[in-house]
Each structure stands twice: as structure tokens, then as C-alpha cells.
């Protein structure tokens, strides 16, 4: 689900499209398409990789509105994704959670649903011990490295899902997934989703994306699917409408989900994510009521 790729560095001259989003966002009646005059967001999937992970820019996207890295709208989409990823609103009951749900990627874990198949739960682990070398999950190391890349249990079983669910007490292995999952997942989409033009709405798009796909380069990896949409659709950077970009954008999103597994429900983006850019809701603002795999939610 979620195989963290190479960091890679770029330059890219992002200053003029912060101008040119603020611009649009002061003045949202406003018929000046936002990408006139600015600069194209990274097209490739290697230079967006980079713009969403490289930090020289941070000047540039700090000044644009903070929007889904706003301290309540962050809340919100963390409640929204524990509600497809664990089936809940409450994210912060979930630091424990662990379980094969059986989609080939091993065990599911932690609030964004780190994997044993992926990387990520590997990565978060040895970060962690770096840190706290005496901790409960260090042991299971050597195994986390064996099997990372395949969905066996090979050398966790009996023991990682009581280890993992007792490490999640521990305040200290909270932080370090609330920092993993931004340093992987929630900075890199919301950062690109501002270099691309697009509001709070088009940044959790992206994050939900990026925690169900991956931050991949690779085949239906995100950056991928978003390389795919920029074939069909601008983005407000270059010059779109937002609207039409997230909707050709979910079309991707839909399509990587099935491609994976036919049978998988995409509820996620069908009555949730296009639901609510169905009903003009490009803040994001409550009150919410999606459905995900047949349950419904409201905020």
C-alpha cells in the first residue's frame, strides 16, 4: 500500500505560483485563471516527488493559506481517514490497532495503516529505534526486514501483534507514528497539493491518495496517478478549474483501486472524496456526511 521512494532533490521555481494562489484565494470571484502568469506545477513524477519532499521551498509554501495543515482541518482529516482505514472517527484509538485484512500486503497497523508489505511499518520501526533502542518492537526487526516486500508472517507470528499493540501505550511510539505519518504522507500531499493550486479539499485528495497508493514514483504508486491526470487535465497552477482536475484526479484514484484488486471497494472515492467535491465543497467545510465500505459518517 504504502512503499516510500527514493528522495530526490530539485529546484523549481515555486515563488511565483505561492503569488499567484494567494492572489486567487483573496479574490475567489475572480475570472484570472491561477495559473496566468505562473509557473507550471513539476509535471513529471521524479520533480514532484521532489517539490513535495524537498524543504527549500518552505518559505514559498508557507505563505500560501494553511488549509488542510490547519490545526482543525488536520483533526478532520485525520477522522476521515481512520474512517476508511480503521472504520472509525476517533484516529487516536487507532495507535494500536494491528491486523492482516488480507489484501497481500501483511499486517495493517498503527493510524494510517503502516504495513508490514510496504516499507513504511519497517521504516517506522527502525526510526523509532534509533531513538529508543530498549523498546518492544526492536526485537522484531531482523523479521520486519525479511518479510517487507510480501505479505508473509514469517518470524512474527505468535508474538509482533501483542508487541505492537503494547508498544502502542507507550507515549513515545504514539509521537513517532504522528511524525512518520507526516514526514511520509500528510506534508509531502499537502505541500504538492499547494504547489498545484488547489484548496483544502484537493489536499486531503492527494493525502488520502498518497496513505492508500503510496508515495511511489512506480506504477499506480501517487505520483503516477497524478502524472496520469496531468495528461487529461491542468491543474489550477497551470491554468484549470479545480473542479475538473480533482475530478479527472479521482477518476485515477478509482481506477488504481480496482487495478489492484478488482473486487476492492471504492467507497473511499465514491461516496466520500466525490461526494463532497460533488456538492461544491472545496474547503472542506463541516458539517460532513460520507459513506465508506457501507458505513456511514458524520461530523
Not at 483573496?26 to 502568469?37: E, K, T
Not at 498518497?210 to 511511489?216: K, R, T
Request: hydrophobic share 40%; charged share 25%; proline share 5%.
Amino acid at each position: 500500500m504504502k512503499r516510500a521512494g527514493c528522495l530526490l532533490f530539485a529546484t523549481l521555481p515555486v515563488l511565483v505560483t505561492a503569488i499567484a494562489y494567494l492572489v486567487a484565494s483573496d479574490h475567489p470571484d475572480s475570472d484570472i485563471p491561477m495559473g496566468s502568469g505562473a509557473s507550471a506545477a513539476p509535471s513529471s513524477r521524479q520533480e514532484a516527488k521532489a517539490a513535495a519532499e524537498d524543504p527549500d521551498d518552505d518559505a514559498a509554501v508557507a505563505a500560501m493559506p494553511p488549509g488542510l495543515a490547519a490545526p482543525k482541518k488536520k483533526e478532520l482529516a485525520g477522522k476521515i481517514v481512520a474512517s476508511a482505514v480503521n472504520s472509525t472517527l476517533d484516529w487516536r484509538t487507532t495507535y494500536g490497532s494491528v491486523k492482516d485484512i488480507g489484501d497481500g500486503q501483511g499486517y495493517t497497523a498503527g493510524i494510517v495503516g503502516f504495513c508490514t508489505g510496504t516499507h513504511d511499518l519497517l521504516t517506522l520501526v527502525e526510526r523509532y529505534t534509533e531513538k529508543y533502542p530498549g523498546n518492544g518492537l526492536a526485537r522484531y526487526l531482523p523479521a520486519l526486514r525479511t518479510v517487507d516486500g510480501t505479505d508473509s508472517h514469517e518470524g512474527l507470528d505468535p508474538g509482533f501483534t501483542a508487541a505492537w499493540k503494547a508498544e502502542a501505550k507507550v507515549e513515545a511510539f504514539r509521537e513517532a507514528q504522528r511524525a512518520e505519518r507526516d514526514r511520509v504522507y500528510f506534508d509531502p500531499a499537502v505541500r504538492l497539493a499547494k504547489l498545484d493550486g488547489l484548496g483544502t479539499l484537493g489536499q486531503f485528495v492527494y493525502y488520502d491518495a498518497m496513505v492508500f497508493h503510496g508515495p511511489d514514483t512506480t506504477e499506480n504508486g501517487f505520483y503516477e496517478l497524478r502524472e496520469r491526470a496531468l495528461a487529461e487535465a491542468d491543474t489550477p497552477a497551470e491554468g484549470g478549474t479545480e473542479e475538473h482536475y480533482l475530478d479527472v484526479f479521482l477518476d485515477m484514484h478509482r481506477r488504481a483501486i480496482e487495478e489492484k484488486r478488482l473486487d476492492h471497494d471504492t467507497s473511499r472515492v465514491d461516496t466520500a472524496l466525490r461526494k463532497f467535491l460533488a456538492e461544491g465543497n472545496l474547503d472542506l467545510d463541516t458539517p460532513l456526511r460520507w459513506t465508506i465500505y457501507g458505513q456511514t459518517y458524520r461530523i
